[in-house]
């Protein structure tokens, strides 16, 4: 029960008051202790009773005082100085610098007292761990945004990191024109081969850390580090949802997880800063070029079209177009999932473009949408063009860890003069039913 707004003032008027009940008692105890009655009741004997019980009380208050008071003391001024040093260095760049030796309060119990202790002391270091990781994070997000350029983004951001977790080696893949490809790499051999391993693609798809103990009697063999790793850390960059590339990280010794959760939480950083960059170079190339194939998007290939129409028609020319469709890709899409179905898709613009002429132009419509415009091409070379471009794609295939898939394309095609068009739109139209039927008859063909 509190008496006064002060602990120790409390515990005084308690300890006198309990001094002074103990005294009251303390004869009637006497008499049944066989002394005599006279003596036990009277009033002196009560008044050194009393007397007995209040210095007890009073010793006691001393004894509190002096043992537990000092030790709250210690631990008030303690809490004082940092309060003071937060306060100082409160909107500047500085730290909560603690050591044991300057910050922490000896723990020379096991009561209460000591478990405030070792909590203080926890606490404090926790704070100052904090702040540390809050300075660090601000410096990291600095350099972050210093760059717009992804090449010079990722060297940056995984140099930063390795030398913030004293991580040995490490690398950085990013998702381009749907393959994973290593922007960056320190400590590690076969970087190329890095975006086909199962484990990373597993982690881009699933969207969740992957971490793989090593133990020292396991035998590796093609070890892909310079040194001996003990644990690695796929850590996938996500930005809203969407994979944008991984982290992976080669260490000589485990790390604790919340170190991998930090680490997570500076992914998210880069994720931010990553889709800038990616975003910041397909700005530069969206004027004329497809983002993901690097052929000629559609606004640029029809306004080529429309010039090369007239041109033909102007000097009595010829002018081969070919529309070009993938079979059954929404099918690859959800088998694959939408990384691969990237992958194709770059792998049909590499295998089409490496069949054309000089001059000729492939454009990405969308999808898996293609136009071929064929420059002075009559009609038997628009065919002759449009079944290399066909076989050549059904004879290529791309590695998806360890299986490899193959797809086909159906093309439709025409050729002027030969067909009667006014303007390039009939020409497009023309095209488009050769498609059709193509696909309609079992697709894998190329017919004009």
């Not at 404090?124 to 600095?142: H, N």
């Not at 040194?227 to 996500?238: K, T």
């Not at 990616?278 to 004329?288: C, E, G, I, R, S």
Request: net charge negative.
């Amino acid at each position: 029960m509190r008496l006064t707004k002060k602990v120790f003032n409390d515990l005084a008027i308690w300890m006198m008051g309990f001094g002074m009940v103990v005294g009251l008692i303390f004869p009637f105890f006497m008499v049944l202790l066989g002394m005599d009655r006279t003596i036990a009741f009277s009033w002196w004997f009560f008044l050194v009773c009393i007397a007995a019980g209040l210095c007890v009380g009073a010793v006691n208050i001393f004894l509190a005082q002096s043992i537990v008071g000092k030790r709250l003391m210690t631990l008030s001024e303690h809490m004082q100085q940092i309060e003071t040093h937060l306060k100082g260095i409160s909107g500047r760049e500085d730290i909560l610098d603690c050591t044991p030796e300057n910050c922490h309060i000896p723990v020379d119990s096991e009561d209460a007292i000591g478990t405030s202790s070792r909590s203080f002391n926890n606490l404090v270091d926790t704070l100052s761990a904090s702040m540390r990781l809050e300075k660090e994070i601000r410096s990291y997000t600095s350099m972050l945004t210093s760059h717009l350029e992804t090449d010079q983004l990722c060297k940056s951001a995984l140099s930063k990191l390795l030398e913030m977790f004293s991580i040995p080696g490490g690398a950085i893949l990013v998702e381009t024109s749907g393959r994973l490809e290593t922007f960056s790499s320190i400590g590690l051999k076969q970087n190329d081969q890095l975006g086909e391993n199962q484990m990373i693609l597993s982690c881009m798809q699933s969207l969740q850390r992957a971490v793989v103990d090593i133990p020292e009697e396991v035998q590796l063999d093609g070890v892909c580090t310079t040194f001996r790793p003990m644990q690695v850390i796929v850590q996938p960059v996500v930005y809203k949802q969407v994979p944008l590339g991984v982290l992976v990280f080669a260490l000589a010794q485990p790390i604790a997880k919340e170190t991998a959760d930090t680490i997570e939480l500076f992914s998210s950083s880069l994720a931010l800063a990553l889709h800038n960059a990616l975003t910041h170079d397909q700005v530069q190339k969206l004027a004329a070029v497809d983002p993901l194939t690097g052929l000629y998007n559609r606004r640029f290939g029809m306004t080529r079209l429309h010039e090369e129409f007239v041109r033909s028609i102007k000097q009595d020319g010829s002018l081969g177009l070919l529309m070009l469709d993938v079979d059954k890709f929404k099918q690859v899409n959800d088998t694959y999932g939408h990384t691969v179905g990237d992958r194709i898709l770059r792998s049909v613009s590499t295998t089409a473009r490496s069949q054309l002429r000089e001059g000729d132009i492939l454009v990405r419509l969308g999808g898996d949408e293609f136009m071929v415009i064929l420059l002075g091409a009559n009609r038997e070379d628009t065919l002759d063009v449009a079944e290399s471009i066909r076989r050549k794609i059904e004879e290529k295939r791309v590695m998806y860890g360890d299986q490899e898939i193959h797809v086909t394309v159906s093309i439709g095609g025409v050729s002027f003069p030969e067909c009667d068009a006014n303007e390039e739109h009939e020409l497009i139209e023309a095209a488009d039913r050769a498609l059709y039927l193509v696909k309609e008859s079992g697709r894998n063909r190329a017919t004009l």
